[in-house]
T-cell receptor, first 112, second 112 residues
């Protein structure tokens, strides 16, 4: 089992560019989430999904889109990158509600 | 001792001593809590969880205590080792699903 795989590990974007952060899990987990981590602020939920075809917004969804066409994949799209989106992004998955997540290793994104 | 750094509170302990990391949670309706460990450059790793119908739960070298009256959670690490050096996050969940709210984290530094 690879667990939760995120690509790329590092990315630099120019303001206004778009890109997709990839997340895949091979544990057949129904629940998947995207978090961003900024210094001194812990992790904040961007979007989450409780199964294929179902997504919902978290605490900080503006500027991001998600889709969940398969159980395995949960990509995060930045529509028009802004410097405020400079952060470390983590994808996580779990088999159900109220259980611990398995996190990926993160994508460090810099927007200049 | 415990001090507030630029971004994270830091707890410094001698190798072999016990560590206590504290967390104040915000929502009195939260009924499920998790402690995560995050090493530099990695994603958070699940340590231990506790549900609101319990006051204490023990794992291997770790104990979580929950005080619902004052909305306080603590993580005790016995015989702290150099490999325990990391940032520790508490997370609370109040809703059905995976809307976890993470605390800002505490950096544990183990001194030789």
């Amino acid at each position: 089992n690879a667990g939760v795989t995120q690509t790329p590990k590092f990315q630099v974007l120019k303001t206004g560019q778009s890109m997709t952060l990839q997340c895949a899990q091979d544990m057949n987990h129904e629940y998947m989430s995207w978090y961003r981590q900024d210094p001194g602020m812990g992790l904040r939920l961007i979007h989450y999904s409780v199964g294929a075809g179902i997504t919902d917004q978290g605490e900080v969804p503006n500027g991001y889109n998600v889709s969940r066409s398969t159980t395995e994949d949960f990509p995060l799209r930045l529509l028009s990158a802004a410097p405020s989106q400079t952060s470390v992004y983590f994808c996580a998955s779990s088999y159900g509600p109220k259980v611990g997540y398995t996190f990926g290793s993160g994508t460090r994104l810099t927007v200049v | 001792g415990e001090s507030v750094g630029l971004h994270l509170p830091t707890l410094s302990v001698q190798e072999g001593d016990n560590s206590i990391i504290n967390c104040a949670y915000s929502n009195s309706a939260s009924d499920y809590f998790i402690w995560y460990k995050q090493e530099s450059g990695k994603g958070p790793q699940f340590i231990i969880d506790i549900r609101s119908n319990m006051d204490k739960r023990q794992g291997q070298r770790v104990t979580v205590l929950l005080n619902k009256t004052v909305k306080h959670l603590s993580l005790q690490i016995a015989a702290t080792q150099p490999g325990d050096s990391a940032v520790y996050f508490c997370a609370e969940n109040a809703n059905y699903g995976q809307n976890f709210v993470f605390g800002p984290g505490t950096r544990l530094s183990v001194l030789p």
